[in-house]
């Protein structure tokens, strides 16, 4: 087995070598190589009804003209493509093979090769496997091993090769031109790979080493390779600056760095090299730069920058890059205007500006017949959009979302039949939505004309796109009556938006007319069960919002089964809390009226991340069939009447678990003590509930925690100072328990540095306030411009969609007053220390806390409290 590893993955390894060289032939074949050939031939053993070009070799014609043979001018072979030969033997009897002195390329994939192997003197490549699946491969290559001038070795994601000696392997390769190393392990440091290359390949002009875990730095050494045109080194992790003598390399065509930590400040001059045809540098957010004056009749194709520290103006020169075709420039930090001259380049066909700060106006791009993305989105663009757009017929891809562009929208940029997804919205865009002239047979499938001042009635012509999946037009003036049947006939739509306009929809003569109001929909009644028929001809309704209505329940039969999101937030729906979806990933039913939750509720969403049945008047135990939906991310059953105790089995069987909100119940019990060592939970809200016993030990295996509100319960313990490790706190809330001893918390040593909110009112706390503890405290010590910079509400993001998240809530109390957050920003900071036995003056260090908006001190025995301290603080 071990043999056949090895030539398995010799063969993988040939064939991504030399499987493209094409040769033609125009010598006659020198007789010793013919009869080399034909011996090796003899002793292979190959299916003759399934060889393609081994079965027709013999002595009657020249070698040269042989299927799969290339020579030379001279009649040297230099090629041999036996692929597919169906060969199972004799491989390894056949020495001359690999002893051809001028071959070049060798192409054995696709054989039977089964238990071979190589003789050591003669092999150019030796693989050891210990474990295919289990162990990475270790390749070795004998010194005395010749090679072609191409050396390409392959992964994939079921082979993962690891060199353990990079200078041992390429050393005698002095002649070697191509070196593909892409995703073989190397593990060298920078002054190990630089070294093995400059020394051995001083003619190298590709060099590909992408996922190789090779470090930095770049060393001087590799100013030695001056023959490179190719250099491809993208996934690693350098931590270095680039070196400037890349800019002398006269030869470089292309240069990809995409994600590798490089640092520090780009030189320019390598941006105007003649050669350079190809730059990527995407995903280097360490990496400053801006782009230089362009010279004529540069070579560039390709200019990508996405996620780097770029900034500056796009100069007017860019224009001299007459070949230029792709522009990758998102989320860096441009500004000013886009050149006009960008927008006269006839080749470009991938234009991505977005996430900068570019201003002024869009320049016509109607002389890039060729363009077929653009995204110049989440920038601060002013003025009309260009109004032609006829002669861009190639266009598929079209975001101009999140600028302040005005004027109404072009008729002629909904006249493009190619275009599939447009997003114009959060603009200020004004006018009515024009008529798709040929709408059956456009492809469009996204249109999102949302948070405009669009009005008037949406066309007909919008529910004649046959391949629209989302259609997103809220936060707009519009008027008029749409028919549902209309709606029904996208049928592959998946996501539907229509609210905050003036809209009336007709959904049939039987069932009660629906309104659209322009500040919150008003929708009334049932939902109707006709709606889970919509999108049925792309496997149903996938996205459901019917948020902030007056909806009182759901119209029998219904069928939720195709849904992964489904919102029901804030209606006034009863009785028993409808049995999810199957496959639902986002659930929200809360702010309604339901009463209860099924018993066998946690058996129907086994993929569900969000539940929220908050804010509702639900009674009764929590079901341990919640239990059962272990990829929950957030669960919030807070602001409810729900008894008895919490299930163990909530806290020790969600390691995904990033929310656990329960607060406002009436649930009795401890806290399970069953927190987990891979413990993921960032909020924990058991706030207002009937809980006693102490704090679990085992919560501070949740590393990541950063709200934590025990408040208004009846737990008796002392401060929780063990939660030292826990350095990511944000809000800590121990309010009117039972809670004792002092708070002193010497081990701390600058964890709890992003603390900003404490409120350890109304316990039994006593001694006096730990100076060394609230130096620690170090988010209440910003000054205030330094807070307001770095101002986020604490949430938290579902699967990456920035519409699907979860909102921290807590509630605090301002001079007796209580106030409840329920978008905590990290800016507001406040202590509440009040109704303890806290005594002796109120240390100096509270003087620090810059940005503390609320200090309550008070019904302590706290000696001179605020006379050095009040001066400081924000409020």
Request: overall charge neutral; aromatic content about 8%.
């Amino acid at each position: 087995m071990r043999n056949l590893l090895s030539w398995f993955f010799l063969i993988i390894f040939l064939a991504n070598c030399f499987g493209t060289d094409v040769v033609s032939v125009s010598g006659q074949c020198q007789s010793d190589q013919q009869l080399q050939l034909l011996q090796r031939k003899s002793g292979l053993v190959f299916d003759t009804t399934l060889s393609v070009n081994l079965a027709l070799w013999n002595h009657s014609t020249d070698c040269c003209h042989w299927s799969g043979v290339g020579c030379d001018e001279a009649g040297r072979v230099i090629s041999l493509n036996l692929s597919n030969e169906s060969i199972s033997g004799g491989i390894e009897n056949a020495t001359g093979l690999f002893g051809l002195q001028h071959l070049k390329s060798l192409n054995l994939a696709y054989n039977r090769f089964d238990g071979t192997q190589i003789p050591s003197s003669t092999s150019p490549l030796k693989v050891e496997s210990p474990n295919l699946s289990n162990f990475p491969l270790k390749l070795e290559i004998p010194k005395s091993s010749t090679f072609p001038l191409k050396l390409k070795i392959p992964t994939t994601s079921l082979l993962k090769l690891k060199i353990s000696n990079l200078s041992l392997l390429i050393q005698n390769f002095t002649q070697l031109r191509e070196l593909y190393l892409d995703g073989v392990n190397i593990s060298a440091h920078g002054s190990e790979w630089c070294k093995a290359l400059s020394s051995s390949l001083p003619n190298l002009q590709v060099l590909s080493l992408s996922s190789c875990f090779l470090s930095g730095p770049i060393t001087s050494s590799f100013a030695k390779l001056r023959s490179l045109s190719v250099i491809r080194s993208d996934q690693n992790n350098l931590s270095s600056p680039v070196p400037k003598v890349l800019a002398e390399f006269m030869n470089l065509t292309s240069l990809r760095l995409r994600n590798c930590g490089l640092r520090g400040t780009f030189p320019q001059n390598i941006l105007q090299l003649a050669t350079l045809e190809h730059l990527d540098l995407s995903n280097k957010i360490f990496l400053q730069g801006s782009l230089p004056n362009f010279p004529q009749n540069q070579c560039h194709r390709t200019l990508m920058l996405t996620f780097t520290n770029f900034s500056g103006i796009l100069p007017d020169s860019i224009a001299n890059l007459n070949n230029l075709s792709r522009i990758e420039l998102s989320n860096c930090n441009f500004t000013g205007a886009i050149p006009t001259s960008m927008a006269n380049r006839t080749e470009i066909v991938y234009l991505d500006l977005s996430f900068n700060r570019f201003t002024g106006p869009i320049p016509s791009f109607h002389r890039s017949k060729n363009l077929s993305y653009l995204d110049l989105s989440r920038n601060q663009l002013t003025g009309a959009i260009p109004s032609n757009w006829e002669q861009l017929q190639n266009l598929v891809y079209v975001d101009l979302s999140l600028n302040s562009l005005n004027g109404s929208i072009p008729p002629s940029l909904f006249n493009i039949l190619s275009l599939q997804k447009l997003q114009l919205a959060n603009n200020q865009i004004e006018g009515q939505v024009p008529v798709f002239p040929d709408a059956s047979s456009s492809l469009l499938d996204t249109l999102d004309l949302s948070g405009n001042r669009l009005e008037g009635p949406i066309p007909m012509s919008v529910f004649e796109l046959r391949d629209l999946e989302i259609l997103i037009l809220s936060s707009n003036k519009l008027i008029g009556t749409i028919r549902l049947d209309t709606i029904q006939g996208l049928r592959n739509l998946t996501k539907l938006e229509l609210s905050y306009n003036r809209l009336v929809v007709n959904a049939s003569e039987s069932i009660k007319t629906i309104y659209f109001r322009p500040l919150s929909n008003q929708i009334s009644g049932e939902v109707p069960n006709w709606i889970w028929e919509v999108g049925n001809g792309f496997g149903g309704l996938a996205y459901l919002n019917l948020s902030h209505n007056l909806l009182m329940g759901l119209q029998e039969p219904y069928n939720l089964s195709n849904l992964i999101v489904l919102d029901l937030d804030f209606n006034q729906l009863q009785g028993e809390i409808p049995k999810p979806p199957q496959f639902a990933i986002y659930v929200d039913y809360s702010r309604n009226f339901f009463t209860s939750i099924p018993a066998d509720i946690g058996t129907f969403p086994p993929v569900t991340v969000f539940f929220s049945f908050s804010n509702n008047s639900l009674t009764g135990v929590i079901p341990e069939s919640m239990c059962n939906a272990t990829y929950l991310q957030v669960l919030d059953l807070s602001d409810n009447s729900l008894n008895g105790i919490i299930p163990t089995c909530l806290i020790e069987r969600f390691p995904h678990l990033w929310v656990l909100n329960l607060r406002r119940n009436n649930l009795t019990g401890t806290i399970p003590d069953a927190f987990r060592g891979n413990c993921g939970l960032q909020t924990l809200n058991l706030n207002g509930n009937q809980l006693g016993g102490r704090v679990p030990k085992t919560l501070a295996n949740c590393k990541m925690l950063e709200v934590i509100d025990l408040g208004n319960n009846q737990i008796t313990d002392n401060f929780p100072r063990w939660l030292k490790e826990i350095s990511s706190f944000r809000v800590l809330v121990l309010r009117s328990n039972k809670f004792y001893g002092k708070i002193g918390c010497p081990e701390i040593h600058g964890n709890w540095s992003m603390l900003q909110i404490v409120d350890l009112a109304y316990n039994d706390f006593g001694g006096k306030l730990p100076a060394i503890c609230l130096t620690t405290w170090k988010a209440m010590m910003s000054d205030e411009d330094k807070a307001e910079s770095n101002i986020i509400h604490l949430q938290y993001e579902l699967l990456g969609v920035s519409h699907l998240y979860y909102q921290d809530t807590v509630t605090v109390t301002v001079k007796g007053l209580e106030v409840e957050l329920q978008k905590i920003l990290t800016i507001f900071t406040s202590i509440d220390l009040s109704s303890n036995k806290f005594e002796g003056p109120i240390p100096e260090e509270v003087g620090q806390f810059k940005s503390l908006y609320a200090l309550s001190t008070s019904r302590n025995a706290l000696r001179d409290p605020y006379h050095h301290v009040v001066g400081y603080l924000s409020m």
